[in-house]
Nanobody
Framework: QVQLVESGGGMVQAGGSLRLSCAAS???????MGWYRRAPGKQRELVAD???????NYADSVKGRFTISRDNAKNTVYLQMNSLKPEDTGVYYC?????????WGQGTQVTVSS
């Protein structure tokens, strides 16, 4: 089992930026990685994901504003969030899919004020 630790969340005004990091306890070289969020009163949803080859996929609501990237040498995945909106508020989770299993981090809170 891989341990995932998110960081970088916080409170920001609308239009601002945050960069989230997800540090894994071991190699993520072959892992499919993703960022998900749970907004207040809603189910967890995909924000962005990235394959081991570096191909990316984004939710329509964040396209053009968010960028997912990975640094396999550091066992870390990032989510650069620009032009943040109040509706981006929620708990952001890192997820790793590998070898038939899926692991989650504990989440980091992002709050965007209007």
């Amino acid at each position: 089992q891989v341990q995932l630790v998110e960081s970088g969340g916080g409170m920001v005004q609308a239009g601002g930026s945050l960069r989230l990091s997800c540090a894994a306890s071991g190699s993520i070289l072959t892992f499919f990685m993703g960022w998900y969020r749970r907004a207040p009163g809603k189910q967890r949803e995909l924000v962005a994901d990235i394959t081991s080859a570096g191909s990316t996929n984004y939710a329509d609501s964040v396209k053009g504003r968010f960028t997912i990237s990975r640094d396999n040498a550091k066992n870390t995945v990032y989510l650069q969030m620009n032009s943040l909106k109040p509706e981006d508020t929620g708990v952001y989770y890192c997820g790793a899919r590998y070898g038939g299993r899926f692991d989650w981090g504990q989440g980091t809170q992002v709050t965007v004020s209007s």
